[in-house]
C-alpha cells in the first residue's frame, strides 16, 4: 500500500494559497468569457 506523504502547516497553507489564487484565476477568465458571448449576442441580436 501506498502511503501518502503528510504536509506540515506551512506547505499546507501554501498549497491552499496557490489553489486560490488558481481558482480566482478560474472565476476571472469564465466570467470574461460569460459577458464576452453576451456582448456578442446582443450585438448580433441589433
Do not use: C, G, H, Q
Not at 496557490?18 to 441589433?46: C, E, G, P, Q, Y
Amino acid at each position: 500500500m501506498s502511503e501518502e506523504p503528510k504536509m506540515n502547516k506551512a506547505e499546507l497553507d501554501a498549497f491552499y494559497a496557490k489553489r486560490k489564487k488558481k481558482n480566482w484565476a478560474f472565476l476571472v477568465i469564465l466570467t470574461s468569457l460569460i459577458v464576452l458571448f453576451f456582448a456578442i449576442t446582443i450585438l448580433k441580436m441589433s
